[in-house]
């Protein structure tokens, strides 16, 4: 495409590949990835795909299909960190392509491979596999589907028809209605824009709703047998203040309404109080380096397509804005957000922002080219730094190759900025830097949090030493999904109270400081006593990354080896 020199392009194709492979094996993060990798080995064990549980008890939380594509990795690899997170850097390598596809079909190629640079470079898409969650999934099912369904429009091939519904059913399995919904408002927007209304009442889209409902027929029989078919069960609702138990719900009612559109009418027990533009500072951070770029390429292209409108001008390109901006709305509504919410539109921004880009190379006049240059080179500027703390201040001594290739990778991006065309300053320097910045995160300072993931620790531990189960006990109300998946087993939890009246006259316990100060009263002595430190690392903050307030900010837990005394 003449974009960029074949080098470059190795180069960057290469370092992406490493380090996303290198990512498969880090360990996995409390709490979400940490009890989806946990209900999954507890999936894998039972067989009971069709009724979702964990430790014996009715899970009414995700859809299936995280638990269901980890499980089946479990039971041909064994349990281990890549076999839960490959499921998800598959579903990574088809979103990248089914973005460049799609940016094709609109546009060009080049418009297409520059927006999947953008995707593959931005710090959700490296976030989405380092900390697994459903939206991976979601994300690479949702632009397939949509890539496919234009396929549909453009060639009129039933076979692309087929490939999208059965994309959308699994997007639905996924992250429930959000998988539809996604599709339906891009695609939607792009029939509008173009003013092809009859495509709105094309008779294959109720072909293409059945199949998608083919594929949803395991989950919603699954759904239906566990829950409404039992009225009498009470499940327990986790909110951000006390847990509400309800009965008579229904588990389909559940994935199709309550808990994604619930989530607007206040119909779900979540409630999180934040505000409207949550997603806004959210977006910054997470889609950088390309974040500021991305701003401008929405504000531009909403400008253009307002007066576009006024102008009535036909045949506009309406899918990208309508794939971004709606869900990104209607998602900010929602009583409840997590930043992960809105990673699914990011293939939508990729291609606007690579449209942008490449516009702006190419059409517009020197001052615009070097605005985006003093953006990008300001950006990558910030990230070298913070990379450069995390890598020499907040955990100091690093190894020597990741020394190198982080100097490497930074010293090539601000080489292109400084003697490259623009369209290199702009794309080629920001995603060698930000690969960069992710070569610190993924091989440095990653492995260095996992040290006071404290319930880890105690699972290997508990593994490592052949902790009998009927001898091994997790204190009740611990967050331990990492203790059940690095100890590969499930220890019983016991209350403080209970615990007094054990009979083994041997055991092992991971507990914390408050169980410790009540050994007195349980007729047990301590033979050992293992200290651990504790820290949620995927909530960061100063006083942690700070070396010298590191220890102050984290908590004790402990495994204890205790005998009977009486």
């Known amino acids: 495409m003449g974009l960029f020199s074949k080098w470059s392009m190795q180069v960057v194709f290469i370092t992406a590949t490493f380090l996303y492979l290198s990512g498969l094996f880090l360990e ?6 940490a009890q989806y990798a946990a209900m999954s080995m507890d999936m894998a064990r039972t067989g009971n795909y069709l009724e979702v549980m964990y430790r014996g008890v009715d899970y009414l939380d995700k859809p299936p299909l995280v638990f269901w594509t980890a499980s089946w990795m479990y039971q041909l690899f064994g349990v281990s960190n890549w076999a839960f997170k490959l499921p998800s850097l598959l579903f990574t390598i088809l979103a990248l392509i089914s973005t460049y596809k799609l940016g094709h079909l609109l546009y060009n190629k080049r418009i297409g491979f520059v927006a999947c640079i953008i995707l593959l470079s931005s710090q959700a898409t490296f976030l989405m596999n380092n900390d697994v969650r459903t939206d991976t999934l979601l994300t690479g099912s949702v632009i397939f589907a949509v890539w496919q369904i234009m396929a549909f429009l453009h060639y009129h091939k039933f076979k692309n028809l087929i490939f999208g519904f059965i994309a959308i059913g699994v997007a639905m399995l996924a992250k429930g209605p959000l998988g539809i919904m996604i599709p339906v408002l891009a695609i939607g927007s792009y029939i509008l824009g173009r003013q092809n209304y009859k495509d709105l009442f094309k008779w294959q889209w109720i072909v293409g709703l059945a199949i998608s409902g083919l594929v949803l027929a395991p989950m919603i029989w699954g759904l239906y047998q566990q829950f409404d078919l039992h009225p009498e069960k009470e499940i327990l609702f986790h909110s951000q203040g006390e847990p509400v138990v309800k009965s008579n719900v229904s588990g389909v009612e559940f994935y199709f309404w309550t808990q994604s559109f619930g989530r607007l009418t206040g119909e779900n027990v979540w409630d999180d109080g934040s505000g409207p533009f949550f997603f806004v500072h959210t977006f910054l951070w997470s889609f950088l380096p390309w974040a500021l770029l991305a701003v401008w390429a929405i504000l531009w292209r909403i400008f253009h397509t307002i007066r576009d409108v006024f102008k009535k001008r036909p045949k506009q390109e309406w899918l990208t804005l309508g794939g971004t901006l709606l869900p990104f709305v209607a998602m900010s509504m929602s009583h409840y957000k997590l930043p992960h919410y809105i990673w699914p539109t990011f293939p939508f921004v990729a291609i606007i922002t690579s449209e942008f880009i490449l516009r ?5 006049p020197q001052w615009w080219k070097n605005s985006l240059t003093g953006i ?4 990558s500027t910030g990230l070298s730094i913070a990379s450069a703390v995390l890598l020499f201040w907040a955990f100091p001594e ?7 290739l982080w100097a490497g990778l930074t010293l090539y991006g601000f080489y292109n900025f400084w003697i490259k065309a623009t369209v290199n300053r702009i794309i080629l320097s920001t995603a060698l830097i930000a ?15 996992f040290p006071y993931q404290s319930p880890a620790v105690a699972g290997k531990w508990f593994l490592e030493n052949e902790i009998p189960t009927d001898r091994g006990f997790i204190l009740e109300h611990e967050s331990v999904f990492t203790f059940d998946l690095y100890s590969r087993n499930f220890y019983p939890k016991i209350s403080r109270a209970s615990f007094a009246e054990l009979q083994q006259e041997e055991c092992w316990i991971y507990a914390n400081p408050e169980m410790l100060h009540q050994l007195d009263l349980t007729g ?7 200290v651990l430190r504790k820290f949620h690392i995927t909530a960061l903050t100063a006083e942690f990354l700070n070396p010298k307030t590191r220890e102050e900010s984290c908590n004790d837990r402990f495994i204890l080896h205790l005998v009977k005394t009486e």
Do not use: C, R, W
């Open 28 to 33: 996995v993060m409390e709490v979400d990835s």
């Open 360 to 364: 702006i190379s190419f059409e517009k």
């Open 376 to 379: 990008q080179l300001f950006v």
């Open 398 to 404: 690093p190894p020597l190759g990741v020394v190198i």
């Open 435 to 449: 690969l960069a910045t992710n070569a610190v995160l993924t091989l440095h300072f990653y492995p260095n949090l």
């Open 524 to 530: 047990y002595d301590v033979v050992e006593k293992k």
